[in-house]
Nanobody
């Protein structure tokens, strides 16, 4: 089956930076679509950024150029570089994988907390 595991969450101050990592296994990573979602208390899960097998990226409007998604196919890993963090970025961040076979997997999530 397909597995993804997130890491890199933590506590940072407003304006700080954090890099999240997501390691994938059980699928052909190079042919998979990868994405980051987040969910804050009392809110629905929302797409943050996505990246295709061809490294085409898409971002939610609220990122405003602050976040960057990238992938390292040699390491089967996708990253989310988060800069200029705001308190409203506080959420559980989830990694998502969609293979070209239609299989999908969600990670367990990693907590990001931005203090004022």
């Amino acid at each position: 089956q397909v597995q993804v595991v997130e890491s890199g969450g933590g506590l940072v101050q407003t304006g700080g930076s954090l890099r999240l990592s997501c390691a994938a296994s059980g699928a052909k990573f190079r042919s998979s679509y990868m994405a980051w979602y987040r969910q804050a208390p009392g809110k629905q899960r929302e797409l943050v950024a996505g990246i295709t097998r061809d490294e085409t990226t898409n971002y939610a409007d609220f990122v405003k150029g602050r976040f960057t998604i990238s992938r390292d196919n040699a390491k089967n890993t996708v990253y989310l570089q988060m800069n200029s963090l705001k308190p409203e970025d506080t959420a559980v961040y989830f990694c998502y994988l969609l293979s070209n076979y239609g299989l999908n997997s969600w990670g367990q999530g990693t907590q990001v907390t931005v203090s004022s």
